[in-house]
């Protein structure tokens, strides 16, 4: 959600100064980044209607627009700092680098990179590097004095340079960093205006120098306030879903939730709360941005959504029921577990009911088992939340595979295993099948049942540490036994 908010203010400053919007896939981090993720970002943006004017599926004079089909334009920048002297090869071991950190922070002082390796000498760099040991590229940073920089709502911003770490560029595997790889592409593709998260802005100095390295010209940079939760604290899913997939499938329309993003950092001048998101790049400027950080409330997005279903037509209002899940596509995936299990077809309605719509409210007694404790029942939900969470392809065998992998580690009949998580997804003890009701509900909405069974049994903060810790033994124990299964 935090991209498309964004990616909704980039779009309609773009739009605004008759300019262009570009989407580029920051795909650099391997083990996050897969094709079925990238295509929800397309999916999600296609579907709030962000078009953009390049991209990796529009293509575009600036192309290729896929950060991991760049890595040699930032191999041959990184090279070049280097060869002006303005970065450095970096052999510390991670064992090495984790003993400084520590050390750092006993002494209470910031944890940043000692510049040790600036130390060495060209001949002892070549040598290193005609070894073959692994190595990073770090730029230099300033010992002393003050980064200053403007920011289209802050104006003038200082962060001590003494503050500011010696950023690896490029990283063991060959792949740049983002700092890198965000300022080489801006300025190859062009690109005048940044309007980006507000978590961003420590890290600007790091850019600001490379702009200075390159003797190029920086964007105008305008930094967003984060979306927040009631509380204030930073949006995450933990306490509220955060993927706009999951509002999709819930029945959520693009116009009313896209109006609803505008609404947490912007007002129309004339302060009406029903906008579309063209009225919305007509009237805009970055000026008006409000800095206070915008509150996420679902009962609100929720009223702003009835606004618009009660404004259609009746075939409009027929037509978005079927787009959104009463369609041929959609319930030709649950035929295959209905059709031996229906004798009317007036079956269908309750053996569906938590598919198509929300199961129902759950209570802490629903989780009562003749064979668990509260206890049990808790660290099964969260434990499976965990690896659901970890999960990169959403498949009934890997569920499965995780759920019986679970029962091993927890002493635990698979039944007693799959009890809670029947309830958590279904509201029911009994259900159609547990691991293809949660293929077809998809990761967004099985893993937010998932969350709010445990909050309806009332796992606290605390609580939620130790689980975290349990888990995290859980994983060391299976990793030590795939190593001696494998040695």
């Known amino acids: 959600m935090g991209t498309a908010y964004t990616a909704l203010f980039n779009w309609v400053f773009a739009k605004s100064q008759g300019g262009e919007f570009l989407l580029r896939i920051e795909d650099t981090d391997t083990a996050r980044s897969t094709p079925e993720s990238e295509q929800l970002i397309i999916d999600s943006l296609r579907w709030l209607g962000l078009d953009w004017d390049e991209g990796p599926d529009v293509g575009g004079p600036h192309g290729p627009y896929r950060q991991s089909a760049r890595k040699h334009i930032y191999r041959e920048h990184a090279r070049e700092l280097v060869e ?199 009237n805009f400027e970055p000026a008006s941005i409000r800095l206070g950080g915008p509150v996420f409330d679902l009962e609100k997005l929720s009223w702003l959504n009835g606004q618009y279903l009660r404004a259609l037509s009746a075939d409009e209002f027929m037509s978005r029921v079927g787009e959104w899940a009463l369609n041929r596509e959609t319930l030709q995936e649950l035929v295959p577990l209905l059709q031996a299990r229906t004798e009317r077809l007036s079956d269908l309605v309750a053996q569906v009911d938590y598919l198509l719509g929300d199961r129902r409210p759950l209570q802490a007694d629903d989780f009562a088992h003749k064979s668990l404790q509260v206890d049990q029942v808790v660290r099964i939900l969260h434990h499976a939340l965990q690896e659901f969470e970890a999960l990169r392809h959403w498949e009934g065998p890997r569920l499965q595979a995780i759920c019986r992998g679970l029962a091993e580690h927890l002493g635990l009949k698979i039944r007693d295993v799959l009890g809670p998580l029947f309830m958590a997804i279904s509201g029911r003890s009994v259900a159609l099948p547990l691991f293809d009701s949660m293929a077809f509900l998809g990761p967004d909405l099985s893993r937010m049942r998932l969350r709010d069974a445990l909050q309806v049994l009332g796992v606290s903060k605390k609580q939620t540490k130790q689980l975290d810790k349990q888990y995290r033994e859980y994983l060391q124990s299976r990793k030590a036994d795939q190593e001696e299964e494998g040695g």
Request: charged residues 25%; aromatic residues 10%; glycine residues 8%.
């Open 84 to 282: 002006q002297g303005d970065a450095f090869y970096c052999f510390c071991t991670s064992e090495r680098l984790d003993e400084m950190r520590a050390a750092q922070r006993a002494a209470g002082e910031t944890s940043r990179y000692d510049g040790r390796c600036l130390q060495l000498t060209p001949e002892e760099v070549h040598a290193e590097l005609g070894r073959g040991t692994e190595h990073v590229i770090r730029m230099k940073v300033p010992d002393e004095g003050t980064c200053t920089f403007e920011d289209e709502l802050r104006g003038g911003i200082e962060i001590p340079w003494s503050q500011v770490d010696m950023q690896v560029l490029i990283k063991h595997d060959g792949m740049p960093t983002y700092h890198l790889a965000v300022v080489v592409d801006d300025h190859l593709m062009g690109i005048t205006h940044v309007l980006r998260g507000e978590e961003w802005i420590n890290s600007v100095p790091k850019h600001v120098l490379l702009y200075e390295y390159f003797g190029w010209q920086r964007p105008v940079m305008c930094h967003l306030p984060l979306l927040r939760n009631p509380d204030q604290s930073k949006l995450s899913k933990r306490k509220n879903p955060t993927s706009v997939n999951y509002y999709r499938r819930i029945g959520m329309l693009p116009e009313a939730f896209i109006n609803y993003l505008g609404m947490m950092g912007w007002s129309m001048p004339d302060e009406s709360e029903i906008f579309s998101i063209n009225d919305m790049a007509k």
